[in-house]
């Protein structure tokens, strides 16, 4: 599949074009197209065979001539033009908030600033705060934002993750089809960034399943290889990340899962638990004396401890294995609990994909309810609706329902401006579900008295922090008050799939269900496919302990629709 690297090949002339200052409708088409294809989960090589290219929402003839060109080629001419005018280097930085095409085109053009170190350079030595409209506060702002980049950037998202594992993974089995494979470590534990994927392999071929990883296609650097094990970079969008692979017997493999899944502070944790028990726990299996008694499942491992299996994403040594000795593990919620997902972004606002498209995709999910929460007209950057547009979307949503036989609840993505809060009558009158969110960091307002001030017309919160996880920091919100309020008030804490949210965290989730807090676990997809990214959704609602039952997105529709009739009680009866 080219698709990423199409992708990520659009995105950089779109960054180049901003960087040069040229017109905002071409940057904008280059920039859908990048997103279209990240997105997509078709193969584009297939799509354009088959000369469906056009048929995409966002292709049009000039760019599927370049499509096209890449893929009979391998080259795009406008692409090496353009990469050829900007240093690389310099549209990495592009990446990082705070810092904008204009900003680096003046050092550029005034300081010779070709990459990140010169720009660090300007930044202490003074000469850039010597440029017009450079003053201390921004360049202060943008040395920050560069560390929290580079922060983030150590470590890749679990989103990414999953997509890489899922290509290695589909490789090795077709070529080892009865081999067990799983994925271990940070990512079979679902934490939100993966330092390296752990792969482990359960078989006696191990020196041809080696040769086959270790010459992956998509490997660009081979890092070490033995008998048993390999360790190789992949690429990942401007990045890469580290695959280690080992290759254990059928009778360890279990106990091999088990060792790589971690956490290490879990697993310190279960050793101790074996010794007094006088047992011996290795990647190879328990043993008592030099006797292995146990290692080929890893339900095998835990009961030859008197321990029921424990799910891989509470693994984290924060009190389940007390839980689990005292028999009160939680029952974590399952990702076919999901029923439905109420944050979606149809082409209505920013969303590529129409109304019709979700619906369907929906339906093959097998869900029964779906919300669709375009932005409201505050977010201009976000195309958000004016209340006419809202009355047409909610006509087409109508229709839709009818056609395609899913319930599709008429919803909106309710921009807060603190300060500036009102009652949004005609809105309620309109919609079946109202989220609030917030997108910037106004400074001098009280965050968590504007929220709650809406938790009488408001069904859910969105991403409650802000935060995002590739550099952009939490706004100054008061969590407990806003979880106390909102189990009060009824109103639903998001747990938002989106791979960069993540928001509310597993911490936070386990946090606000103390006060009995409920939540909507979502996709808040902005095109079709991504409606598969309520599964980190539910992810990061397991490591927070969340069960079934708190989450409103697992009630049958019947329910859910009781719950809003209830809602609407509350808010009659006390306004
Ligand atoms: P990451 O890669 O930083 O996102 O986090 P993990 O948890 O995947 O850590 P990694 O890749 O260093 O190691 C994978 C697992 O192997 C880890 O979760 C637990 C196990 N492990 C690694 N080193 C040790 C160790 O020194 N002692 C024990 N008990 N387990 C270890
Ligand atoms: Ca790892
Ligand atoms: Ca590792």
């Keep these: ?7 990520s090949m659009f995105q ?36 354009c065979k ?17 499509i096209d060109e890449y893929l009979k080629t391998g080259r795009m001419k406008k692409y090496e033009e353009v990469m050829e005018e900007v240093p690389e280097e310099l549209l990495m930085l592009m990446e990082v908030s705070s810092i904008g095409p204009k900003t680096l085109r003046l050092a550029y053009n005034k300081l010779d600033v070709k990459n990140k170190r010169d720009l660090l350079r300007v930044m202490d030595n003074g000469s850039l705060a010597g440029l017009a409209g450079m003053g201390e506060k921004k360049i202060e ?6 560390q929290a980049y580079e922060k983030g950037h150590e470590r890749i998202s679990i989103g990414d993750a999953v997509t890489i594992v899922d290509e290695v993974l589909s490789y090795l089995k077709k070529r080892f089809p009865k081999i067990r494979f799983t994925p271990c470590g940070s990512l079979r534990r679902m934490k939100e960034t993966v330092g390296d ?18 010459s992956m296609p998509s490997v660009s650097e081979l890092i070490g290889a033995g008998d048993t094990k390999a360790s190789v970079m992949i690429p990942i969008g401007r990045h890469s990340v580290q695959i280690d692979l080992r290759v254990v017997p059928e009778d360890s493999y279990g106990a091999c899962i088990q060792y790589f899944t971690g956490s290490k502070p879990h697993n310190v944790h ?57 028999g009160v593990l939680p029952k974590l919620i399952e990702y076919s609990d999901i029923k439905g997902d109420l944050h979606i972004h149809s082409n209505y606002s920013d969303g590529t994909s129409t109304i019709l498209e979700i619906a369907k995709k929906a339906k093959e999910l097998d869900y029964e309810y779906i919300c669709i ?21 909610n006509e087409l949503c109508k229709q839709i329902e009818q056609e395609q036989g899913i319930r599709i609840f008429r919803g909106i993505e309710l921009e807060l401006v603190p300060g500036h809060i009102e009652y949004p009558e005609e809105l309620i009158r309109e919609l079946d579900i109202i989220t609030l969110a917030i997108h910037h960091r106004k400074e001098g307002y009280d965050f968590t008295r504007d929220v709650i001030s809406t938790f009488s017309f408001i069904h859910v ?37 989106y791979p960069d949210r993540l928001d509310l965290s597993d911490v936070n989730v386990r946090e606000a269900k103390k006060y009995g807090t409920k939540f909507s676990i979502c996709s808040d997809a902005h095109s079709r496919d991504k409606l598969n990214q309520m599964k980190f959704g539910v992810g990061t609602a397991r490591r927070g302990w969340a069960e079934k039952e708190d989450v409103i997105n697992t009630f049958s529709l019947n329910k859910v629709e009781n719950w809003l009739e209830n809602k609407k009680f509350y808010k009659l009866k006390d306004h």
């Excluded at 599949?1 to 992708?7: D, F, P």
């Design 373 to 393: 929460t375009d932005h409201s007209e505050r977010a201009k950057y976000a195309g958000g609706l004016s209340l006419t547009k809202l009355k047409e979307r």
């Design 1 to 7: 599949m080219k698709n990423r690297e199409l992708a």
């Design 50 to 66: 088959e000369g469906r290219l056009r048929d995409i929402p966002g292709i049009g003839e000039a760019i599927a001539k370049k």
């Design 141 to 146: 702002k943008m040395k920050k934002a560069i």
């Design 12 to 47: 950089r002339i779109a960054d180049s074009l901003e960087f040069k200052g040229d017109i905002r409708f071409k940057i904008n088409a280059y920039k859908k197209v990048a997103r279209v294809l990240f997105d997509m989960t078709e193969d584009i090589g297939t799509v």
């Design 270 to 326: 279960l050793r101790t638990l074996a010794v007094k028990k006088g047992l011996k726990l290795s990647e190879y299996g328990v043993y008592r004396d030099e006797k292995r008694i146990a290692g080929r499942t890893e339900e095998d491992v835990y009961r030859i401890l008197d321990l029921p299996w424990i799910p891989p994403e509470i693994r984290e040594d924060t009190g389940e294995i007390d839980a689990a000795i005292k």
């Design 461 to 497: 919160f969105a991403h409650p922090t802000g935060r995002l996880l590739s550099g952009r920091s939490e706004y100054k919100i008061d969590l407990k008050t806003i979880f106390q309020e909102a189990a009060k008030n009824n109103v639903l804490m998001e747990i938002n799939g």
């Design 197 to 214: 994927i752990d792969i482990t392999a359960g078989s006696s071929r191990n020196k041809e399943i080696i040769n086959v990883f270790k």
